[in-house]
C-alpha cells in the first residue's frame, strides 16, 4: 500500500481506530503523530476490543511495526499499561513498538494542572478528557517540557523534574488556588522505575521511518481526534491542543510531505462530539437519544455522553480542503437503520444570509441555523451487506447524496458495524 494519512473530520471518535486496523494489514509501520491520552481508539479483531490511548491501532497484526511518534505528547504509565494489557492477550510487542526520544511526557503535575485550569474557568469550561494534553503541549511550546529521551538520562530527569515542580506548585497555588500534593522524592522514584521499563522501546523514529522508506515499505499515519478539535482550524477555544489536520502527521513523525500518496477522512455518517462547544447540528430530543442509544455514544475516555446531531455536510467540505483530502471512509452506516428519515445539513443561514462554507469566527458560528435536506430512511439491518449493491436503495441514495455534498471524491471504504467484517471496499488505492 501506499504512504497513508488517516485522519478525523469531526470533532472525534469517528471511528478512526476501526478503519486503521482494517488497513494495516496492507501497510509496514503505523504511526502515532500527535494527540496523547486523550484520544480513544476502539479496535475490535477476533473478539477481542482494546480501546487504546496511547498504542497505534495497528499493534494487533503480529508483523506490524507501530510507532509513537515526536508529536505525541507521551503517557507513559497509560503506555505501559496497555503494553501489559496486549501481553494478557498473548500480542507480543517486542522489538516493533517504538516511541520517540524527543515526544513529550505527560507528567502527573500536567493532569492536576488540567483539572484546576478546567474548574478555574468555571463557565466556561472546555470539557477536557483531563489527560494533561494541554498543560503538557504548553510546556513544550514553552521550552520546559521533559522529553521521553530525558527517562534515559538520571541526571537531567532529576534536575528537570525538580524545577519543574517548583514552578508548577508556585502556579498551581498563585494562579488557581489549588496545591500540589506531589513530592520529588516519589514522582522521581516512580519515574526512575517507569524509565527502566521505557528502556526498549525509545527509539529515534524519525530516523526508523526513513530507514523504512528506503527499504520501500509502506507508513499508515493514524491521526487522533478530529479536524474541528485541530487548535488553528477547529471550534477555538472548545479544541484540543494539538494540530490534528492532516499536516501534522509530517511535523509530528519527521518525514516530508513530499512521501505522503493518499489522505483519507473518516466520517460518521452523522456528528457527535464530546465536551463543550458549538455543535450546529446538534439533536436535543428524542431522535437525538435514539442515535446516542444506537450508535452506543459514550466517549472511549471518559465514558462521558457523546451530544449527537444530523450529518454536517458544511464541516466536512471544510474538512476536505485543511486535510487535503484525497478519499472519504464512511463509518456507522448502520446506526441510521433505526430512523424513519435521515436529515443532512446542506448549508448553513448566518444572520438571513446563505453560506456553504464552515464559518471561521467563532460568533458567527453561534449564530448559525443549519439548512436540511430530508432523505427517507431504509429501516433494515445492513450489517451483513458485503457488496454496496446489497444495501437498501435509500442508504445508497444516502452514501451518494452525502458524497456529492463533499467535493464527490471517492469513497474508499463504508463500515457498516464495529468488527473488520462489517466494511464495505468500495475504492482501492
Ligand atoms: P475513534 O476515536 O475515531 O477511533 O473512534 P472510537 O473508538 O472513539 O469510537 C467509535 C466507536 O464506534 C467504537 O466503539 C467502534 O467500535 C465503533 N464503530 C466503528 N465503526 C463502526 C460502524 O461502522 N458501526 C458501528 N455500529 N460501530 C462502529
Ligand atoms: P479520539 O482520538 C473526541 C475533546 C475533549 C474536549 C476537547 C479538549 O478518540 O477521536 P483535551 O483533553 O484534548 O484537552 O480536550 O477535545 N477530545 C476528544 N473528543 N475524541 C477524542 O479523541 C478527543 N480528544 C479530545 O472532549 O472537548
Ligand atoms: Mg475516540
Known amino acids: 500500500m501506499p504512504n497513508v494519512i488517516v485522519v478525523g473530520t469531526q470533532w472525534g471518535d469517528e471511528g478512526k481506530a476501526k478503519v486503521i486496523d482494517y488497513l494495516t ?78 515526544a513529550h511526557l505527560v507528567m502527573p503535575y500536567h493532569k492536576i494542572q488540567d483539572s484546576a485550569s478546567e474548574k478555574y474557568k468555571e463557565n466556561s469550561q472546555i470539557g477536557t478528557t483531563k489527560r494533561g494534553i494541554g498543560p503538557a503541549y504548553a510546556d513544550k511550546a514553552q521550552r520546559i517540557g521533559l522529553r521521553v529521551g530525558d527517562l534515559l538520562n538520571t541526571d537531567a530527569l532529576a534536575a528537570k523534574l525538580k524545577a519543574n515542580l517548583d514552578l508548577k506548585k508556585t502556579l498551581l497555588e498563585n494562579s488557581y488556588g489549588a ?22 522501546y525509545v527509539a529515534d523514529t524519525a530516523r526508523m521511518l526513513h530507514e523504512s522508506i528506503r527499504a520501500k515499505e509502506s507508513m499508515l499515519f493514524e491521526g487522533a481526534q478530529g479536524t474541528f478539535l485541530d487548535i488553528d482550524h477547529g471550534t477555538y477555544p472548545f479544541v484540543t491542543s494539538s494540530n490534528t489536520v492532516a499536516g501534522a502527521a509530517c511535523c509530528g513523525s519527521g518525514i516530508g510531505p513530499t512521501l505522503i500518496d493518499y489522505t483519507v477522512g473518516i466520517v460518521k455518517t452523522y456528528t457527535t462530539r464530546v465536551g463543550n462547544g458549538p455543535f450546529p447540528t446538534e439533536l436535543l430530543d428524542d431522535t437525538g437519544e435514539l442515535i446516542r442509544a444506537q450508535g452506543q455514544e459514550f466517549g472511549a475516555t471518559t465514558g462521558r455522553p457523546r451530544r449527537c446531531g444530523w450529518f454536517d455536510s458544511v464541516m466536512v467540505r471544510k474538512a476536505v480542503q485543511v486535510n487535503g483530502l484525497t478519499h472519504l471512509a464512511l463509518t456507522k452506516v448502520d446506526v441510521l437503520n433505526c430512523l424513519e428519515e435521515v436529515k443532512i445539513c446542506t ?28 432523505l427517507p430512511g431504509w429501516k433494515e439491518d445492513i450489517s451483513e451487506c458485503k457488496k454496496l449493491s446489497e444495501m437498501p436503495a435509500n442508504a445508497i441514495k444516502y452514501i451518494e447524496r452525502l458524497r456529492e455534498l463533499c467535493y464527490n471524491i471517492p469513497i474508499l471504504i463504508v463500515s457498516m458495524g464495529p468488527e473488520r467484517t462489517q466494511t464495505i471496499e468500495i475504492e482501492t488505492f
Do not use: W
Open 179 to 200: 496545591s500540589l500534593n506531589l513530592k520529588f522524592k516519589e514522582v522521581f522514584d516512580s519515574y526512575c522505575a517507569i524509565a527502566e521499563m521505557m528502556r526498549p
Open 347 to 374: 448549508h448553513y443561514e448566518i444572520d438571513d444570509e446563505k453560506t456553504e462554507h464552515f464559518p471561521s469566527n467563532p460568533n458567527a458560528l453561534e449564530r448559525v441555523t443549519p439548512v436540511y435536506e430530508s
Open 25 to 102: 494489514e496492507r501497510s509496514h509501520v503505523i504511526v502515532r503523530f500527535q494527540g496523547g491520552a486523550n484520544a480513544g481508539h476502539t479496535v475490535i479483531a477476533k473478539d477481542n476490543k482494546f480501546v487504546f490511548h496511547m498504542v497505534p491501532s495497528g499493534i494487533m497484526y503480529p508483523d506490524k511495526t507501530c510507532i509513537v511518534g515526536n508529536g505525541v505528547v507521551f503517557d507513559a504509565e497509560q503506555f505501559l499499561s496497555e503494553v501489559n494489557e496486549l501481553r494478557d492477550k498473548s500480542i507480543e510487542v517486542k522489538d516493533r513498538l517504538f516511541v520517540s526520544d524527543q
